[in-house]
């Protein structure tokens, strides 16, 4: 079963609405608590996503050989509340109010490296994955040090993710240079508006580990953490064609930060080696967070 043919459970737009008030009124705290219980509730009623989490605990732990992540209840309640806790700083991104402070880079010569070319307007294309929490860089990118004056563009699942989605954009009508486009519905339009904003000094991000629904077979197999997983080819076929750099990045939570880890592909000429080189990147941040592994889902073809 592919992701997009599992529908939403538990995050009905009226539950965010309301978690996004109460978030306002009485604090980050009470949220987090009334995430514990969301959580609890969907991994006892949710029987797919506790078969799921423990199908990739299982894949991780014969490819780490660590029986810390042994694929018992326990375990896989980790990983969904992980992602229940995302959804809450994820929340704050949106809302302005988490500190930028707290997002901190692995590599600070690369941070300086990439902020220098966003200074001269140098466009990034950002391959991001589904470890961590990505939509924390909001925070960073809107600080007037690193952000002032870039378009960005984000590609979100718009019709698979409907009830999420609208939520976001409702939090970031406020931000008008954030572009959010339906990753399905790339046309001419959006290619033209996407590489005049990229030439511009804009950034993108788009994931490269989650097929869109309507393009379910231009895929490339790869092998992750010794499974046969597909990756969509479009995604790094637009990067390829707009000619702006390349970066893979991951933003994991450690502690009471987000660390940001980037890297540059060596070779952006071959599709095949940009695909590989992302598939190493997104192993090697699984190992770095596992139960900050959002896929609950059939993910692994050959399991």
């Known amino acids: 079963m592919k992701w997009f043919n599992i529908k939403e459970k538990s995050a009905g737009k009226k539950r965010l609405i309301l978690c996004w008030y109460l978030y306002n009124i009485l604090g980050k705290k009470v949220v987090n608590i009334i995430a514990f219980f969301v959580a609890l509730i969907t991994f006892v009623k949710n029987k797919d996503i506790r078969i799921y989490s423990k199908k990739y605990l299982l894949v991780l732990q014969e490819f780490i050989n660590n029986e810390n992540y042994k694929p018992t209840n326990t375990n896989a309640f980790k990983n969904v509340l992980s992602y229940a806790n995302s959804l809450v700083d994820k929340m704050e991104a949106f809302s302005g109010k988490y500190n930028s402070d707290n997002i901190i880079f692995d590599d600070n010569e690369e941070k300086e490296r990439l902020f220098e070319k966003l200074h001269n307007k140098k466009g990034i294309f950002f391959i991001c994955n589904h470890i ?110 707009l000619k702006s750099d390349i970066y893979f990045i991951t933003c994991l939570k450690e502690g009471n930060k987000y660390k940001v880890y980037l890297k540059n592909p060596s070779d952006c000429n071959n599709i095949d080696d940009i695909i590989n080189e992302f598939t190493i990147f997104t192993e090697d941040m699984i190992q770095k967070a596992p139960y900050q592994f959002y896929h609950f889902y059939d993910y692994f073809n050959d399991l």
């Open 132 to 241: 961590g929490n990505i939509q924390m860089l909001r925070s960073l990118i809107e600080h007037k040090e690193y952000g002032k004056g870039i378009t960005i563009s984000i590609f979100l699942q718009a019709n698979q993710c409907k009830i999420f989605n609208e939520f976001t954009e409702k939090l970031s009508e406020r931000i008008d240079r954030l572009k959010v486009y339906p990753i399905e519905d790339i046309g001419i339009e959006t290619a033209i508006e996407l590489e005049e904003d990229i030439h511009n000094g804009g950034m993108c991000f788009m994931a490269g580990d989650r097929i869109p629904a309507n393009n379910e077979y231009k895929t490339k197999q790869v092998k992750l953490l010794n499974k046969t997983v597909e990756f969509p080819i479009g995604v790094f076929k637009i990067a390829q064609i």
